[in-house]
Every structure is written in C-alpha cells, then in structure tokens.
C-alpha cells in the first residue's frame, strides 16, 4: 500500500500561517517588483476561486482578482516547514519518498487495511495542524501503488483523504482526463487527444501494438500500464537517491537587456548561488553550461570542460567566455548556468597554492555567515548594484531536503 501526502497551495498557506493577517484572503505567492513577467509560484485556496493559479501571471492574477496580494517568496521557510512535515510521514514509513517541496510518498506495506491506514492518514495530517501550522492543510491518497495514489490525492482537495481500491480502479480510470495523470504534459497529451484518446480509460484500452508503433517499445509499454493503472516503480528513500548530476541556476529577467555588462553581473550572481550549493553539498564540476533565451523565445546553449571548480568565480569566469561567444545581439530574457561533471571534493586531488588556501578558508567564512544570517549577507563587491534587483532566485526543487 501507498501513501501519497501532497500540502495544499503550499507556499501560500505557508505565508498565511506565519501571517495572520494573509489568513482567509486571496494571495499569490511573486516576485518583488510590477514587471509584466511576474508569475504565480503559488496561489492560495481563496485566490483559486477566481481562477488563480500557478504560472498565473502577476497581471492576470491582479485582473481575476482585484483584492489579491502578491507575497514575496521565501524559499528557506518554504524547505524549513518541509522538514518539519517529512519528518512527521517518517514517522509512520520506514520509507518515504520526497517528490517534490510539498509533496512525497510512504510506503505503507506494512498496514494490513485501508481502514487502518486511513486512521494513520488523519493522525499524519492532525499533526500537521497541531505541531507545524493550524493553517497548513494536504490532501492524501491510499492506493495500491504510486500513480494511483497520487492520482487519488488529487480527487480532494484542499484537506481530502481519498482511497482507491483496486475494484475501483477501471471505473474511475474511465471517468479521469488524462491530464489528471502524473507523467502526462501538455505535449504528449495533445498528441493522445489526436489518437482519440481522452480518458485514462481510453488509453488503457488502446492497441499495444499501436501504441508501441507510435511511441516506442518501452514509452508504448509505460503509457499502455499507466492506462490500466498500473505502475510497478519502487518507492524510493530519500536516503537512497543518487547524488545530483548538476547544480545549475536560471532567472528569467524583468525586461529584456542588450548591455552585455548587465548580462555578466546575472550571470556573476548565478555562478555564485551554484557554487555555494556545490560547497554545501561537497562536490567539484568540470564542466560549465550557459543557456540564453532572447526576446523572441530563441535560445543559446553552449558548454565546456576544463579543471575542476567549486568557487563561484571561477564558474563565472568558465561561464564568461561562454556567454562572449553567443553570436547573437538580441535582446536577452533568461539566463542560465549549471555545473555538471561532477566529484566528491575528497576525489579531485588538487595542489592548492598558498593562495588558493586563503580563498578557500575565506570562502568557509563568507558561507557560514550567510548560512547564519541568510543568503547574501557577504558578497562580491561587483554584485552591489544588482544584489536588490536579484533577490528570489530559488534553490529549485530537492529530493533531499532531509
């Protein structure tokens, strides 16, 4: 048996339960600012009823609903709250799977009912309200496996508990849009719809051989099970996960810039962000990765290897001659830069020059002040002009926030 546990409208109860006065109001969760690009990370249950919702822009947000506030986003409250939720599901599973910042997977093989497991549910969520936030409400699904029970906390929201049996299942794969199913984007969902394919049902019922024709051997497989509800993949710990392939950062900016010199400072502060997180999680990358997205939704990516770096500087300084090689002068809109490639910092065997040893320790420094007193306490001096314009890069999403 499976749990799925998924926190509703997450980041905006969160700002609701540490403010009051956001309580029972409609709000979005955005960017600082009033530029057009301002998008909805997060909608409350209040601002869902006019039609709000994530990806929402700010002004389309501000046009359904006229009285919505736009909340600024903390993402280290956000990942705090998460813990404290994960460590509650932890409690009840010897293994839990975290899917995303509010969402995650219990493994519940060892509750023999669904009357018991549904008692265990309303123990994990009473616990939420009572030891984390009165505010903070998550919907859950039981199932047999991974895809229904997610599918199954999604039928009740917000606060739900839904439970579905395995006698239930064709009936309510019948009556279920395919959209509704984890796994199904909006492209491939276009692309079932031409097929006649509409209902999850439908796609359970459909042809194998076609399916495998149009889709591939194992892609046909897959979509063919998940019509059927069927979904043997394991839950996995987050203890367990492989380690990251790449730390990357991007930012979409608030109006789109030609000046190159305003190009290098986003992509200054973005290198540092990627190096700190690679510090934190003890690691080396060798090579750099910048994509550009001009005005017109054309992009730029390129790549390249070198020696193995950590220091946020020298991610910029690779990303750098990254960035002077793109031919192009349009407009710029979004900037990006990873970091993949990489080693244990115990497995790159570097020499490190007196000098080097002063900037690793000063590094040491400047990472346990800003872990202390936040993001950005300490910073470059060539990041004072665009530190404040900024401010709410996220971290992105982390299988381990444990």
Known sequence: MVMHLDMNSYF?????????????????????????????????IEAKKFGVKSSTSAWEAKALCPDIILVPPDFEKYQFISRKVFAILEEYSPTIEIFSIDEAFADLSHIKTYTEAAVLAQEIKFRIRNEIGEYLKCSVGLAENKLLAKLASEMQKPDGLTIIKRHHVKDILDKTPIEELCGIGSRLQLRLNSLGIKMVGE????????????????????????????????????????????????????????????????????????????????????????????????????????????????????????????????????????????????????????????????????????????????????????????????????????
Not at 15 to 25: A, N, S, V, Y
Not at 268 to 279: I, T, W
């Open 12 to 44: 905006a109860t969160v700002e609701q339960q540490c403010d009051p006065f956001l309580r029972g109001k409609p709000i979005c969760i955005a960017g600082k600012g009033k530029n057009e690009r301002t998008v909805c990370a997060a909608a409350s």
């Open 203 to 402: 796609l359970g019922a459909y042809s194998l051989e076609n399916l495998i024709q149009l889709f591939g051997p194992h892609s046909g497989k897959h979509l063919k099970q998940m019509g059927q509800g069927i979904d043997s993949s394991p839950i996995i710990s987050y203890r367990d996960f492989p380690a990251e392939k790449s730390f990357g950062h991007s930012y979409t900016l608030p109006k789109d810039i030609s000046d190159i010199n305003e190009a290098k400072k986003v992509l200054l502060k973005l290198s540092e962000k990627v190096g700190r997180r690679m510090r934190k999680a003890g690691v080396f990358g060798k090579t750099i990765h910048v994509y550009l997205r001009f005005f017109d939704f054309t992009g730029f990516g390129k790549q390249a290897s070198g020696a193995y770096l950590q220091n946020g500087y020298d991610i910029y300084q690779a990303a750098l001659k990254i960035l002077e090689s793109n031919p192009s002068k349009r407009p710029i809109r979004l900037i990006g830069v990873s970091v993949s490639n990489l080693k244990n910092a115990r497995q790159v065997n570097q020499v490190l020059f007196l000098d080097k040893q002063k900037e690793e320790k000063a590094l040491n420094a400047t990472d346990k002040i800003n872990d202390h007193f936040g993001e950005f306490t300490i910073f470059r001096s060539s990041l004072v002009k665009i530190k404040d314009r900024i401010q709410n890069i996220p971290d992105g999403r982390n299988k381990r926030l444990m």
